[in-house]
């Protein structure tokens, strides 16, 4: 019978993790940068089922209701990860948690292995000299994705964060006369997958192409050294969906996302 063990090794959440590298890329790219906290179920040696503790709550495997008590003592701005562990732990939690603002079931995680032709853009790695532009960027890609302006709730935090994503080469954009054509950031990386999100491009300038040319060099750029990228969407976002076909990514699993702040 599995057993719930508060602060599981490194190597135990490493060993969880290879089992599934795409599904839980955040959990194990959190894990190696020592972020967060982490609760797990252990059945022996082995770990059945995890969860990061954090702003965000991650769940993964089986019987994430085992978590209930140490959940019901947080304040998450958000539950995201694989749909039948954040369901079981919601359905858990639910009279601990307040309402969410918003309840994202469905959303399919798409995946690409093999690099697709090149787009020619003029994507590049970010830098400081881009910060100023990337949080209002941010900032606006965010309210648009998740509906909740996180810039004026804390623009100190924001704009540390975007920062952080800049200095350690997590962000890239391909700009044009100081106009957006497109941008994203990787929210994880491992050596066996990179997750991206913020995929954007400038409202003025969508259906032009430039999305699709602009994450076909990325992911080009990716697969050079990481043998999967990935990202979810939301099911009713049909341009995004539409975009990521387009450069040839797969649809894998599904997560679900509950929204709280």
Not at 8 to 32: G, N
Not at 46 to 65: D, E, I, K, Q
Not at 185 to 195: D, G, N
Not at 227 to 242: G, S
Request: one cysteine or more.
């Amino acid at each position: 019978m599995a057993r719930l063990v508060k602060r599981p090794r490194l190597p135990q959440i490493l060993a969880f993790c290879a089992a599934d590298p795409v599904e839980r890329v955040f959990l194990e790219d959190v894990a190696r940068r020592g972020l967060g906290r982490f609760a797990a179920l252990r059945d022996g040696r082995r770990l059945t089922a995890l969860l990061h503790l954090g702003a965000n709550l991650v769940p993964s495997g089986p019987g994430c209701a085992a978590f209930a008590e140490l959940v019901s003592r947080t304040e998450p701005r958000m539950v995201v990860g694989e749909e039948d562990a954040v369901t079981e732990l919601w359905e858990a939690t639910r009279d601990a948690l307040p309402k969410p603002l918003d309840d994202r079931p469905g959303q399919p995680v798409y995946v690409l292995e093999q690099p697709p032709a090149g787009g020619g853009s003029g994507l590049r790695r970010a830098r400081l000299l881009d910060l100023d532009t990337l949080v209002v960027a941010s900032a606006e890609a965010y309210r648009e994705e998740v509906g909740v302006d996180a810039y004026a709730r804390d623009p100190a935090l924001f704009e540390w964060r975007t920062r952080i994503q800049i200095e350690e080469g997590r962000s890239w954009l391909w700009t044009e006369d100081g106009r957006i054509l497109f941008k994203a950031e990787a929210s994880a990386w491992t050596p066996r997958a990179v997750q991206l999100q913020q995929v954007w491009v400038e409202p003025e300038l969508r259906g032009r192409g430039y999305g699709k040319r602009g994450l076909a060099d990325l992911c080009r750029l990716l697969l050079e050294t990481t043998p999967a990228v990935c990202l979810f969407v939301r099911p009713e976002n049909a341009a995004a969906i539409a975009l990521y076909d387009g450069v040839g990514m797969r649809r894998t699993i599904t997560y679900r996302s509950l929204i709280f702040a």
